[in-house]
């Protein structure tokens, strides 16, 4: 299956719209970049492009693939047949005229999707008759189909095996007008690119919105066409009723137009009518409709993913409604404008159409088994859901109905635990009471820097008063020493002076020699007091060494604790 929707992963912010609008469980994987960041891609086997995404997605980072540019390249070297959907004109109710003018000033065929549409009303019809019992459910819609060959091939018993307006077209086209030019369809649809490969009868899906883009990128001005008037010259015959089919009931309303007995039901919009077909797919076939007539958009065709236009959904119905009667004031029937009167243009389908020719048959995938609660276990555990109650949480903040859908699109490799509210918000608590004890442990520690702080500064006080004493000591050391030196020149002096030695004179050396042996003593003293301070400062040394250790220890542990539950977190 080629790619149809696509990511723009510089746009994408991981906010799970994506994921929580899409109907098929398997179409978006989930992934966890390296800066945190999360991203969701498509898987294109099991997307059934609905387009949904694409509408969700406010941050520009979904989009989707068209033909538009390889039919335009095709436009330069052939003439194409450009099949129009009838939405066109409540797309661009001025301008839908002017688009067909253009391609048609090109050299191209144009075909009425209504006048296909009639045909596919016409087939419903005839193959209900032939098989009487055999309950429908209605395929004009690409993604429905799309949606039952992935995820519900035991529905295609009940699928429709008429083909698709569009396809009803276009058989004609090919086996009855015998035309063989390639075939490019105007349409608001993006799942109709997967209807067209596997048929093979289509060529170019071209939607509404990528047709105006390139208009505008190429400076194509279209005219503006009166709105009152819904006619155009086709080059085969212009739908009646079919015209209709884009709104929600409208494939119900042409049948009930022709036999009003038929018990129909009708299922529009991605979070219903998905739902309710798993459901029809659970229901014994007793209570089935005859026909169920389903759309994955919402309000129909007409406001499909590809239209690109800003018509609301009233504008849409005032237009529909004008279609409706004008499609009447063209039919011609038998008897009269009541419902059961014969209509001529189903009576020429009778003589002319082999309803053999206009059958399709299906390509159904192998659905992927569910995990059984054993395989759910350890994923669960992963989320951080321990309790039955936590997988309950269905909290939907990842984009999935339930816990469990989460947890399967986790086992399938679809997405990752990390992306799981109630996981981030258990990392979050885990790693709130770690960054709690490791801040309680931080001002434990802050108290003992703060002590050994104070304790050093008491120390480095003893210091300074120390180094003040061993200064002043040193300072009376010296005048010391210079006294002892005088003394000792005048003892030199006096001996030098004195041939002979008298009492008077014994008296005067033996008084400088007392001098000097005081001077001496004191000399001492500032000696011993140098060296007891130098003891002090070198033991008040030893204790702020001592310190320092300490708050290295205590520094050291610190890191070791905070280390060891970051580790546990990790593994």
């Known amino acids: 299956m080629n790619e149809v929707i696509i990511v723009k992963p510089e ?19 989930t992934i966890a970049l390296d800066d945190g960041r999360f991203i969701t891609s498509v898987n294109p086997e099991r997307c059934i492009a609905c387009g949904e995404c694409v509408r969700q997605c406010h941050h520009g980072a979904r989009d989707y693939i068209d033909d538009t540019e390889e039919a335009m390249s ?3 070297t052939e003439k194409l047949i450009i099949m129009v959907s009838p939405a066109i004109k409540s797309a661009f109710p001025t301008k839908w005229k002017g688009i067909l003018d253009w391609f048609r000033g090109k050299g191209c065929f144009i075909y009425d999707v209504a006048f296909g549409a009639d045909i596919c009303t016409w087939a419903h019809l005839r193959a209900i008759e032939q098989n009487p019992g055999n309950n429908l459910i209605t395929q004009p819609c690409s993604a429905i ?40 369809m105007l349409s608001p649809c993006i799942a109709a690119k997967n209807e067209f490969e596997e048929t093979g009868l289509v060529e170019f899906n071209v939607t509404f919105k990528k047709l105006m883009e390139y208009f505008d990128r190429n400076g194509i001005r279209i005219p503006t066409n009166p709105v009152d008037n819904y006619e155009y010259k086709f080059d085969e015959q212009q739908g009646l009723f079919g015209g209709i089919y884009p709104r929600p009931g409208g494939l119900r309303d042409n049948l009930w137009l ?24 659970r229901m014994p076939e007793n209570k089935h409709p005859e026909v169920f007539d389903v759309l994955s958009c919402e309000f129909g065709c007409n406001i499909g993913p590809g239209t690109g236009s800003d018509q609301t959904v009233f504008d849409v119905n ?18 009269g404008m009541f419902r059961g009167s014969e209509d001529k243009l189903f009576k020429r389908f009778d003589e002319e159409l082999n309803l053999a020719d206009f059958i399709r048959t299906y390509k159904p995938s192998m659905p ?11 994923i669960f555990e992963s989320m951080g859901m321990h309790t039955e109650a936590d997988r309950n949480y269905n909290c939907h903040a990842c984009g999935y109905k339930s816990c469990r859908e989460m947890a399967t699109a986790i086992y399938r490799g679809l997405n990752t635990p990390d992306n799981c509210l109630v ?8 790693r709130h009471s770690l960054l709690q004890e490791q801040h309680e442990r931080l001002s434990e520690i802050t108290d003992e820097c703060l002590e050994l702080s104070e304790k050093l500064h008491s120390e480095i006080g003893t210091i300074s008063e120390n180094m003040g004493t061993i200064g002043e000591s040193t300072d009376a050391t010296s005048e010391r020493v210079t006294v002892v030196n005088d003394l000792l020149k005048n003892v030199v002096a006096f001996c030098n002076s004195r041939e002979t030695m008298d009492a008077d004179s014994v008296q005067q050396l033996v008084g400088i020699l007392e001098t000097t042996i005081d001077a001496f003593s004191e000399l001492n003293d500032n000696v011993n007091t140098t060296n007891e301070s130098s003891v002090i ?7 702020i060494t001592k310190v320092v250790e300490s708050i290295n220890e205590t520094l050291k542990s610190s890191q070791e604790a905070d280390s060891k539950p970051a580790d546990d977190m990790e593994s």
Do not use: F, W
Request: proline share 6%; charged share 25%.
């Open 368 to 378: 992927t088994p569910m995990p059984t609660d054993a395989q759910l276990e350890p």
């Open 423 to 430: 996981h981030a918000k258990s990392v979050l608590v885990a």
């Open 74 to 76: 095709a436009l330069r």
């Open 145 to 184: 189909v799309n949606y039952i060959e992935k995820y519900q091939p035991k529905l295609l018993t009940n699928l429709s095996r008429i083909h698709s307006p569009v396809c009803c077209g276009v058989t004609y086209i090919k086996n009855y007008l015998r035309r063989t030019n390639k075939i490019a």
């Open 537 to 543: 400062i070198n033991n008040s040394i030893a204790d």
């Open 318 to 335: 005032v237009i529909m409604r004008d279609v409706e009667r004008e499609a009447k004031s063209r039919r011609k029937t038998s008897g």
């Open 258 to 281: 022709h036999n009003p007995e038929l018990n129909i039901s009708t299922s529009e919009g991605v979070h219903k009518v998905y739902a309710e077909l798993d459901m029809y797919a």
């Open 11 to 29: 746009k994408c912010v991981g906010c799970n719209a994506c994921v929580r609008s899409c109907p098929a469980p398997e179409a978006n994987r």
